[in-house]
Antibody, heavy 117, light 113 residues
């Protein structure tokens, strides 16, 4: 069974940093592009970033370029999202999803990030 | 970036009756490999999104056959042949034609009458 478990969310002040983690199980993590998608409270879905299986290609939505960095540790079946210079508009539930080159097959339950003073 | 526009934004469906959602793309989500990268997701209340249809018309594993997708070019449709109570939630179309950018439609909220 595919499982994706996010963690690391919480309350952070504007300008602060946070690192999200996603631990995967039930599939060959090292052979799959992985993705972060976010959902602001009461809003729709927004693709944030994805990272190729070998870490060679990473892509970001324009609004987070230069502030967020996606990385992975295939030995630990883990995906990360380092978020710096956080803004109020980054407040959202962040989902980790399997896939990204084509579509997102499975999603985690998400972790809530709140940026507020 | 490709913009996806869904209609309607909300839908009150009658159990046992059909329902459909439209997704119009600002440009074709067709890639050079000949595949059209337009997909549909359902987010049930309090849950994370789940993949329903990929590449226009392919049902994902475990998705009931009352769900179907169709379309080409810039116009796409998700159809539910006979709506059931468990189909409530928000439906999103998504395009992944551009490797460096993926976008979602605004979402269509489906309720049961």
């Amino acid at each position: 069974e595919v499982q994706l478990v996010e963690s690391g969310g919480g309350l952070v002040q504007p300008g602060g940093s946070l690192r999200l983690s996603c631990v995967a199980s039930g599939f060959n993590f090292g052979s799959t592009t992985m993705t972060w998608v976010r959902q602001a409270p009461g809003r729709g879905l927004e693709w944030v970033a994805n990272l190729k299986e070998d870490g060679s290609d990473e892509y970001y939505v324009d609004s987070v370029k230069g502030r967020f960095t996606v990385s992975r540790d295939n030995a630990k079946s883990s995906l990360y999202l380092q978020m710096n210079s956080l803004r109020a508009e980054d407040t959202a539930v962040y989902f980790c999803a399997r896939g990204g080159a084509r579509y997102f097959e499975y999603w985690g339950q998400g972790t809530l990030v709140t940026v507020s003073s | 970036d490709i913009v996806l526009t869904q209609t309607p934004l909300s839908l009150s469906a009658t159990p046992g009756q059909p329902a459909s959602i439209s997704c119009k793309s600002s440009q074709s989500p067709l890639r050079s490999d000949g595949k059209t990268y337009l997909h549909w997701y359902l987010q049930k209340p309090g849950q994370s999104p789940q993949l329903l249809i990929y590449e226009v018309s392919n049902r994902f594993s475990g998705v009931p056959d009352r769900f179907s997708g169709s379309g080409s070019g810039t116009d796409f449709t998700l159809k539910i042949s006979r709506v059931e109570a468990e189909d409530v939630g928000v439906y999103y179309c998504m395009q992944s034609a551009q490797i460096s950018s993926k976008t979602f439609g605004q979402g269509t909220k489906v309720e049961i009458k």
